[in-house]
Every structure is written in C-alpha cells, then in structure tokens.
C-alpha cells in the first residue's frame, strides 16, 4: 500500500493502532514527526524498540497537552513546517474531538498537507472514525476480536486514493516482529517443487512441496504421528531444518526418540502463527504440526478455518506445512496434499505427484 496525504486508521482500543502506525512510518519515512495524546516518549521508544522499530535520531516526539488545544496545535503546524518531517502522526485524535475541535483539526491537516506536502497519520477509536474520515485520502480499519481460542486481528482496506480498496488482511502483533500482515508472499520456490523425504511419502505424493499445506488424515492410532516423525527425522538426516509443533506438549515423548526438534504450544490461535512465522523466516524447510484437532473440540469448526486461512497464506512464504488430523471435511480446499494412513499403509488421495490412490507401505 502507498499511503499518502492524510491516513485514519482507526479501530477498538488494543487493536495495535499505534503499532500499525509506527510501522508503516518507521519503514517508509526518513524523519517522523510524532504527537502522542496519552504516552511519554521514553515509553513509546521502549515499547517501538521490543517490537523491532528503533527510530533513534529519524523522530521527533511531542507529548500533547489537552486543556487547550487551539493554541497547542498553532504552535505543532509551526514546528512540522520548520522541521519538515516526512510525516506528521497525530496519536490519538480522539483526544482531542471534544465541542468544536473538529475544525481545529481539519485546519491542521489542511496546513500541513496543503501547504507543506506532508503526509499526516491520524489514529482514532472506533466511535469517533466517522467525524474525521472525510478528510481522509486512505482509511484503513484494523478489526480487534478476542475469541475463546485466542485474538483475532484483521486489517480492513476501507478506502485507499488512487489504489486498491475493500478487502481484509489478518494481521498479529509480536515482541520482535512488530506489526505482522498476513498477506500471501509468493516464495521462489515453485509450489509444485518437492522435496524428498527418503521415505514411503516420496512413493505416495512424490515427497513434501514447498509454500502448501499438507493433511495427513486418519483415525487415532492410524499412525499420523509415526508417518510425521518419521519423515521429519529423515529430512533432518538430509540435512533439512524441520520442527516438530505439539498443541499442549502431545506427542514430545516420541518426537524425542525420533530425535526431532519439537515446540510445544498452548491452543491459542495468535501464539501458534507467531511460532509458524518466526520458522518461515528462519527458512524451515518442513514444519510437522499435530493437535489442531484439539482447538477444534474445544472451539469449533471455526477456530480451525481461521487457523488454516492464515496458515494458508504464511506457507506461501516457501516451507512445507505438514497438518495431522481425523478429517478435512469442510476444509480440503486449503491442503493441495492430502495422505490417508491405515497402520502402516498411506494413500495420497492428493497430491502434484507420486501414485496417487495407490496404497503404499510404510
């Protein structure tokens, strides 16, 4: 996205405004001037810094007083002009939407943007959105929903001058990441390029495939931890970087004695994608996830749609994902490898190559 002129972004309290903020600033501007309505500005470099932006010399930082803000934002256009940032970020202007307030602000934004060529970012609550989108160029609405399985997080293109609007892009916030899109970031890898397992998989599906996901499908006891492990510590011996993800710790025990690195992560929808992210960019080659099915009984249906859309599109980024689960009824669409094991014996019922519907032995 190329935000220029005048950005609102807005949404609930914790939704990562400011995060959101600092980041598209931080990686698109060389000087930012930055007017906060509610934090100090050792506390706002401290909280920038763990989640990875270190502004150092590049900002100039303004704690706003709120008892009279006409006067205060004379004097703020006065000093963006002179300083001639790239961008002024007024942080929150909910603060300051008291009786009248709004042709104070629509004076700024018309002084700074007019009269300077700055861009300005505006942050708002919800609530309040509407009496600043007007004189908005871009609108962007970050959706902030804490369900039982976990935060949900999506960035909502509402309205974008001169580019593409309407349509939504799940998003996390993490210490060292920062503010994270989920968008689909197509790996040079080609999705139909395999990698061989040195195992019964290479037969069935032709190996694993880089940037898909891949379902391993059968009762319990059906043997999808023993097929995951077993090609995970062959690809390891091939010198392969693999891990091992345990939704509540099951299965460590025999990813141990297959000698395979293992993860284990509560069902919480926003830690797990935090973990699969931070491995893709440690290029990964495969990453073995089993438990799923336990967000789904303790969640539903949706908490594994959820999880496999973001996944979908975080496995574009090159490694293979590989899922074990009791069914993907309802959710084929998202594996374009899909292997069925019966103890000892798999059957790709999906894949770009190997027999496809021909039992194989393990």
Not at 7 to 15: E, H, I, M, W
Not at 142 to 169: F, H, Q, S, T, W
Not at 269 to 290: N, P, Q, S
């Amino acid at each position: 996205m190329k935000l220029r002129g005048v950005t609102l972004v807005y949404g609930p309290p914790g939704a990562g405004k400011t995060t959101f903020a600092a980041h598209y600033v931080y990686h698109n501007y060389d000087k930012v001037f930055w007017v906060s309505a509610f934090e100090d500005e050792a506390t706002f470099r401290g909280n920038m810094s763990a989640l990875g932006y270190n502004f150092g010399e590049r900002l100039v930082y303004w704690e706003a007083p709120l008892a009279d803000p006409e006067p205060f934002f004379d004097t703020l256009v006065n000093s963006v002009i002179k300083e001639r940032p790239g961008v002024l970020v007024i942080d929150s202007i909910t603060e300051f939407l008291g009786s009248g307030n709004i042709d104070i602000i629509h004076n700024v934004v018309y002084r700074v943007i007019k009269q300077s060529g700055i861009d300005v970012f505006v942050t708002a609550e919800k609530e309040v959105a509407e009496k600043v989108a007007y004189v908005a160029d871009n609108v962007i609405e970050l959706v902030y929903d804490v369900r039982p399985y976990g935060a949900y997080r999506e960035m909502v293109v509402r309205k974008i001058r001169g580019g593409r609007a309407g349509y939504a892009v799940p998003y996390i916030i993490a210490e060292g990441l920062g503010f994270v899109l989920f968008k689909t970031e197509p790996s040079e890898a080609k999705p139909t390029e395999p990698i061989e397992t040195g195992t019964c998989l290479d037969i069935a599906t032709g190996g694993l495939y880089r940037g898909v996901l891949h379902a391993v499908v059968g009762h319990m006891g059906s043997g999808k931890t023993w097929l995951m492990l077993k090609a995970a510590n062959s690809l390891a011996q091939r010198g392969k970087k693999v891990a091992f993800i345990s939704i509540m710790a099951g299965g460590q025990v025999y990813a141990g004695k297959f000698g395979v690195p293992a993860v284990g992560v509560d069902p919480n929808l926003e830690e797990v994608l935090t973990h699969l992210y931070k491995m893709t960019g440690e290029k990964y080659d495969a990453v073995f996830i089993r438990g799923l099915e336990l967000m789904k009984t303790m969640y539903g249906k949706e908490s594994l749609y959820v999880f496999l859309k973001v996944l979908h599109n975080i496995a574009k980024r090159g490694t293979a994902f590989v899922i074990s689960l009791r069914s993907v009824e309802d959710f084929d669409m998202f594996f374009d490898v899909i292997i069925e094991t019966k103890r000892g014996v798999i059957n790709a019922a999906r894949a770009p190559g190997g027999q496809v519907g021909v039992d194989v032995q393990c």
